[in-house]
C-alpha cells in the first residue's frame, strides 16, 4: 500500500484526486486550511490534518508518523484575475506553501511529487497551448504556478526529487466552491441563476475557454505516479473544445430550465482565448473520451440543485484597489 499525502483536500480537485487514490488502495492523508474548501468534501478513508501549507514547521511535523511514497499538491488559490490584487497573498500561499511542501519532500525522499499548475501560465496569444511553448504568464497567480515549475525541476536536478506537472484549465464539476465570487465562471452563474439573479459577464461574453469537468482531469492526476512514463513531465490535461462565455450561460439556464438573463459588466483584464492540445496527455495515459459540456453542467446543476444557493463571499484581504473591478470592491462597513 503506497502512502500518499494530498494537500486541498477538502477542496474541489484535491477531494477528487482523494477518491481516486482510495480506489487505488493508497492510504491517504490529507490536509487544508478550510479557507475554501468545506470538511464534507472530504472523502470517507482520509486521514485529515487541518493546517496550512504555509507554515513550515507545522508541514515538516507531517512526517513525524511516518514517511509519504507520493505528494499531490493541489492546495491552492486560483484566482487569476483577483490575483493582480492580492500579490503578496497570491505568492505566499502559491509559492512559499508549495517549496514548504518541496523542501520536506526533498529531505524525506519522496518518491514523486506530484503539482497541479495551470495553463495560466502560457499567457496569451499562444492558443492552442501546447507543453514545448515557452511560457509567460500574465497575471500573478500564473507566475506563480510556473515559479513551482521551475522549482520542481531545479530541485530535480539538484535533489533528484522526481516530480509530474499537471496544466488543468477551467475545471468545474461537483463540490466546487459556488460561494466564491472571483472565480469559477460556471459555479458563479449556477450560483446566481439559483439566486434569481443575472449571469454576470465581464466584457461582451465572447472570451473562449475549453471548460472541463472534474472526471476528466482527476483520475489521470490521481494515477500519475503509477506511470513511470509521466515522470518529469508536464501535461495539459482537461477538454479540448472551446466555449464562448455566452454560450456557456444557454447551456447553464438549460440545465436549470430557465430563461437566459445576462447583466453585462465593464471587461476586466484577462487573457481572451484559452484552451490546449491534449495530445501529450493522451499518448501517455490514454484517458477515456472527455465529458461533454452538457451533460458535465447536467451533473453538477443536480448537484447544486441538491445544495442549493450560497450566498458570495467577499475577500477580505484585498491589497490593491487601484482598478480593482467595481464588483469586487468589498464593501466597507459604517460601524
Same mark, same amino acid.
Request: proline share 7%; aromatic share 8%; hydrophobic share 40%.
Given at each position: 500500500m503506497k502512502?500518499?499525502?494530498?494537500? $486541498? #483536500?477538502?477542496?474541489?480537485? &484535491? /477531494?477528487?484526486?482523494?477518491d481516486h487514490c482510495l480506489k487505488q488502495g493508497m492510504e491517504v492523508v490529507g490536509v487544508d486550511d478550510l479557507s475554501?474548501?468545506?470538511?464534507?468534501?472530504?472523502?470517507? $478513508? #482520509?486521514?485529515?490534518?487541518? &493546517? /496550512?501549507?504555509?507554515?513550515?514547521?507545522?508541514?515538516?511535523d507531517l512526517w513525524k508518523e511516518g514517511e509519504f511514497d507520493y505528494v499531490y499538491h493541489l492546495a491552492a488559490y486560483a484566482a487569476e484575475g483577483l490575483s493582480h490584487f492580492i500579490r503578496a497573498f497570491n505568492y505566499r500561499n502559491?509559492?512559499?506553501?508549495?517549496?514548504?511542501?518541496?523542501?520536506?519532500?526533498v529531505l524525506h525522499n519522496v518518491k514523486c511529487f506530484v503539482f497541479t499548475s495551470s495553463i495560466a501560465v502560457y499567457g496569451v496569444n499562444q492558443t492552442p497551448m501546447v507543453e514545448e511553448t515557452s511560457p509567460k504568464p500574465e497575471d500573478p497567480y500564473g507566475i506563480a504556478k510556473y515559479a513551482v515549475e521551475?522549482?520542481?525541476?531545479a530541485a530535480y536536478r539538484m535533489f533528484g526529487?522526481?516530480?509530474?506537472?499537471?496544466?488543468?484549465?477551467?475545471?468545474?464539476?461537483?463540490?466546487?466552491?459556488?460561494?466564491?465570487?472571483?472565480?469559477n465562471v460556471i459555479g458563479i452563474f449556477m450560483n446566481q441563476v439559483m439566486s434569481g439573479q443575472p449571469m454576470t459577464i465581464f466584457g461582451d461574453g465572447l472570451q473562449t475557454r475549453a471548460f472541463s469537468h472534474i472526471n476528466d482531469v482527476a483520475p489521470i492526476i490521481a494515477r500519475s505516479p503509477l506511470i513511470k512514463e509521466a515522470y518529469q513531465q508536464v501535461f495539459n490535461v482537461g477538454a479540448d473544445q472551446p466555449y464562448s462565455v455566452l454560450s456557456l450561460t444557454q447551456e447553464v439556464s438549460r440545465a436549470f430550465e430557465v430563461d437566459p438573463q445576462v447583466k453585462y459588466l465593464p471587461p476586466r483584464k484577462e487573457v481572451v482565448h484559452a484552451f490546449a492540445?491534449?495530445?501529450?496527455?493522451?499518448?501517455?495515459?490514454?484517458?477515456?473520451?472527455?465529458?461533454?459540456?452538457?451533460?458535465g453542467i447536467r451533473q453538477m446543476a443536480s448537484w447544486a440543485r441538491a445544495h442549493g444557493p450560497c450566498y458570495p463571499l467577499d475577500f477580505k484581504q484585498?491589497?490593491?484597489?487601484?482598478?480593482?473591478?467595481?464588483?469586487?470592491?468589498?464593501?466597507?462597513s459604517s460601524t
Open positions: 502512502k500518499v499525502l494530498i494537500t $486541498g #483536500v477538502a477542496g474541489f480537485m &484535491g /477531494s477528487h484526486v482523494a475554501g474548501g468545506f470538511k464534507a468534501n472530504i472523502p470517507q $478513508g #482520509v486521514h485529515f490534518k487541518q &493546517g /496550512s501549507v504555509t507554515e513550515a514547521d507545522w508541514v515538516a502559491n509559492v512559499i506553501g508549495s517549496i514548504n511542501l518541496i523542501n520536506q519532500s521551475m522549482d520542481l525541476d526529487l522526481p516530480y509530474i506537472i499537471f496544466r488543468p484549465h477551467n475545471v468545474y464539476g461537483e463540490r466546487q466552491n459556488i460561494s466564491d465570487k472571483y472565480r492540445s491534449h495530445e501529450k496527455v493522451r499518448r501517455v495515459f490514454n484517458p477515456p473520451p472527455s465529458c461533454s459540456l452538457k451533460e484585498i491589497e490593491i484597489t487601484k482598478n480593482l473591478p467595481s464588483s469586487w470592491a468589498v464593501p466597507v
